[in-house]
């Protein structure tokens, strides 16, 4: 049977398989980005498209990081706690320096700009979850003072 637990671990294998993911990428970046140059037939994209993604790299890492540590906050029953909410706004933050740093290889090859919608849409997302947190905590200090 599917509960919470298994719901929290099947997120924090995700977050490690992530981990992975974005240090392979990283690395093969070069490589991969020249045989996109190559398939997509287009000349001088080379050293853009690898600087927009060697750019995304810190944002990646410092956003897998804060699922990480509210992943483990929310499986030892710290749901609504300050620390929670600070690393719902360093995710949304890493959205939108994403979409950031999208915007400028977006004026090179226009399909990029959904990277760039889709990234600030993330965030602004995240902003709201975050102010639902943010609430939940004062509520819950609140509470927690009243006898």
């Known amino acids: ?5 298994k719901s929290i671990l099947l997120s924090q294998i995700l977050v490690k398989i992530c ?7 990283a690395i093969a970046a070069p490589w991969l980005v020249e045989l996109y140059e ?6 001088g994209l080379y050293t853009p498209l690898l ?3 060697m750019c995304c790299v810190p944002p990646a890492v410092i956003a897998l990081v ?3 540590v509210l ?25 939108f320096s994403v979409a950031a740093i999208f915007i ?23 902003r709201v979850v975050k102010n639902c947190f943010q609430q ?12």
């Open 1 to 5: 049977m599917w509960n919470k637990d």
């Open 19 to 25: 981990y992975v993911f974005v240090i392979v990428c």
């Open 38 to 43: 190559k398939r997509a037939g287009t000349d």
């Open 51 to 53: 600087a927009t993604l």
């Open 66 to 68: 804060c699922l990480d």
């Open 71 to 95: 992943l483990w906050n929310i499986q030892h029953g710290k749901a609504f706690v300050e620390l929670n909410v600070k690393l719902l706004r360093s995710l949304s933050f890493c959205c």
């Open 104 to 126: 400028y290889f977006s004026i090179l090859r226009p399909f990029a700009f959904v990277i760039v919608f889709a990234a600030g849409f993330f965030g602004m997302i995240l």
């Open 136 to 147: 939940a905590v004062a509520m819950r200090e609140e509470n927690d003072f009243t006898i």
